[in-house]
């Protein structure tokens, strides 16, 4: 599986939007790239995938550049719930290892 | 509505004895995973059943085995806890390996080992 490289920590206001850049350059054709998050001593939450091409959804919006090599997850009204680890994850649909990193520390700050 | 649940949220066991922890899917999912979650690290994959066929990585410890008697219920045994194996164990699902194979955790199971 392709690796990804994420920022260790970012901050944002309250009410802004949130973007966090993964870069995942050596992503090949068939891998997706999926969003997870973390809050404090919970299980990780889904927030989005995608293949190819934009994809929102009522929680964010992923935004894959056209050649694939990087990708931004969009948080579009930050709250203080969003405060968590962030994981940008790359692997091919029929690989059952969900292979996390280290992941984007976000903090939202009023 | 809970999709993925584990009990219970916080397991206490003393050094050396046996524990199951145990996961349950409202999803009718084919897939179930454990992954282990230590203080400030990623998760890490244990194994997943497919439906019943078990699938082990390669570097999980023979500590740990896991049982699926239906399809809603997975348990994971820690046969002999050390205090290593002190983590979040969490369990997830995921529909099949088709498609974009979208995993979904539950809540964790937080292990102490005294």
């Known amino acids: 599986d392709a690796k990804t490289t994420q920022p260790t920590s970012m901050d944002c206001a309250e009410g802004r939007a949130a973007n966090l850049p993964c870069n995942h350059s050596t992503i090949s054709g068939n891998e997706y790239v999926y969003w997870y998050r973390q809050i404090h001593s919970q299980g990780p939450q889904y927030i989005i995938h995608?293949?190819?091409n934009n994809e929102t959804n009522e929680m964010a919006s992923l935004i894959i550049t056209e050649d694939r090599k990087s990708s931004t997850l969009i948080l579009p009204h930050a709250t203080l719930r969003d405060t968590a680890v962030y994981y940008c994850i790359v692997k091919e649909a029929w690989n059952n290892d969900m292979r996390f990193g280290a992941g984007t520390r976000l903090t939202v700050k009023p | 509505d809970a999709m993925v649940i584990q009990n219970p949220r916080y397991q206490v066991t003393q050094f050396g004895k046996p524990v199951t922890l145990s996961c349950s899917q409202t999803l009718n999912h084919n897939v179930m995973y454990w992954y282990q979650q230590k203080s400030s690290q990623a998760p890490k994959l244990l194994f997943h059943y497919y439906d019943k066929d078990f699938n082990n990585e390669a570097d999980t410890p023979d500590n740990f085995q896991s049982r699926r008697p239906n399809t809603s219920f997975c348990f994971l045994d820690i046969r002999s806890p050390g205090l290593g194996d002190a983590a979040m164990y969490l369990c997830?699902?995921?529909?099949?390996?088709?498609?974009?194979?979208?995993?979904?955790f539950g809540p964790g199971t937080r292990l102490l080992v005294l």
């Open positions: 997830a699902t995921s529909r099949d390996s088709t498609g974009s194979n979208t995993q979904y």
């Open positions: 995608g293949l190819k």
